[in-house]
């Protein structure tokens, strides 16, 4: 039974850049209600001090959340800590929806109860995100890759590697002191990092391309840049074809996320950047043919929000259709 007309939330980790915007989306959310939120560092803090107009109780230790006094735990925790908190939620019969990655791509030694968790991403998945207990909320760069490229996975259209070139803001790498996230180290500089296919979300890029893609899913290469800006990815994407598409590209994804509330798809070569994102919940994403290449090539631009459609906004979006409410709630 999925219709809850009030949903009380525990959140592990609310102190991080990711717990703060859900803090700061579930504070205008008329059916969600805060049970407890934790943060090692600021245990004893009052909500409303880490986000304006949050309610609940004031901020406890992990240790000292209940899990069992509330209908669903959204973890922003670390990768490696998170998963056995979504292990106690799922024991005690809660729901829950983990942001870390640790649920995200099931391998052979994944325990059974993990491998429960469904990939929480709406627009491919939204029919299991409603019956789910447990939920793996994507990464920020696969939410935008996958999004983009779903059209021509679908439809077996790539022909070669595809490859994925990344802008994040600086908010994408949390809130831990890391000397190479310093204002001085990042300030107007741009970098590659991760590069050669070393990411670890190479692995959940290529999940959701393998169950898209007729046959074997094609090649990726991602490079993840880092932008230093406080929020928002770009995503460049190169893809080669095996014939040269007729007509306006961006017509296969107008006909694809017709409907969708939360996709923002530009037609007629226009190509989306960070200020159409930053702040919503909304992925965006234009397409463009490539000129005087001997064979075919899109150039796909996506733009999310990496706080919100790549973390906690999507992660409400989740929560809404687990529990019944409008798909939208709180986030338009
Ligand atoms: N930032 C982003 O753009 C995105 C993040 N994610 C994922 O969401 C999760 C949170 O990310 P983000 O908010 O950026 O991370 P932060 O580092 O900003 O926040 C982490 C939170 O977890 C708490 N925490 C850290 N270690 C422990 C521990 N051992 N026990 C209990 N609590 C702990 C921190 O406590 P304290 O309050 O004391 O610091 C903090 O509240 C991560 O798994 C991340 O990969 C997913 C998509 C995008
Ligand atoms: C700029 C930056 O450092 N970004 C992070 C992405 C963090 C993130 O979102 O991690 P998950 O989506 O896997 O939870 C990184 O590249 O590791």
Redesign the pocket.
């Known amino acids: 039974m999925n219709n809850y007309s009030v949903g009380r939330i525990g959140i592990?980790?609310?102190?991080?850049?990711?717990?703060r915007e859900l803090l700061r989306i579930l504070a205008a959310h008329p059916r969600a209600t805060i049970a407890w939120a934790?943060?090692?560092?600021?245990a004893g803090t009052p909500l409303s001090e880490l986000v304006h107009g949050a309610t609940g109780p004031a901020l406890v230790r992990?240790a000292d959340a209940d899990l069992a006094a509330c209908d669903c735990v959204i973890s922003?925790?670390?990768?490696g800590?998170?998963a056995k908190w979504m292990e106690r939620a799922h024991a005690a019969g809660v729901r829950a929806i983990d942001?870390?990655?640790d649920l995200r791509v099931p391998g052979e030694a994944t325990p059974q109860w993990a491998r429960e968790a469904v990939y929480g991403l709406p627009e491919l998945h939204r029919e299991r995100i409603a019956g789910a207990r447990l939920i793996a909320n994507p990464?920020?760069y696969p939410t935008a890759a996958t999004l983009a490229l779903a059209p021509l996975f679908r439809r077996g259209l790539t022909a070669g590697p595809v490859i994925i070139n990344a802008a994040s803001g600086v908010?994408?790498a949390?809130?831990?002191p890391k000397r190479e996230l310093l204002f001085a180290e990042v300030a107007e500089g741009f970098s590659a990092y991760a590069a050669g296919n070393i990411h670890r979300h190479l692995a959940e890029m290529r999940s959701q391309a393998a169950a898209l893609s007729e046959g074997a899913a094609p090649d990726l290469v991602f490079t993840p840049h880092l932008l230093p800006v406080r929020r928002g990815i770009l995503e460049t994407i190169y893809v080669p074809l095996h014939v040269p598409l007729a007509g306006d590209p961006a017509s296969l994804w107008l006909d694809d996320y017709a409907g969708e509330p939360f996709v923002q798809v530009f037609s007629g070569g226009r190509l989306p950047s960070l200020a159409d994102v930053v702040q919503t919940n909304r992925v965006a994403i234009g397409v463009t043919a490539v000129r005087d290449v001997s064979s075919p090539m899109l150039i796909v631009v996506a733009a999310i929000d990496?706080?919100r459609k790549?973390?906690a906004g999507q992660a409400v979006q989740n929560l809404n259709l687990m529990f019944g409410w409008p798909e939208t709630e709180a986030l338009l």
Not at 38 to 42: D, F, I, K, P
Not at 76 to 79: A, M, T
């Open positions: 592990l980790g609310a102190g991080g850049y990711a717990g934790t943060s090692e560092s600021e992990a922003c925790l670390p990768h800590e998170s942001l870390s990655a990464g920020c908010s994408g949390g809130r831990s990496n706080l790549g973390a």
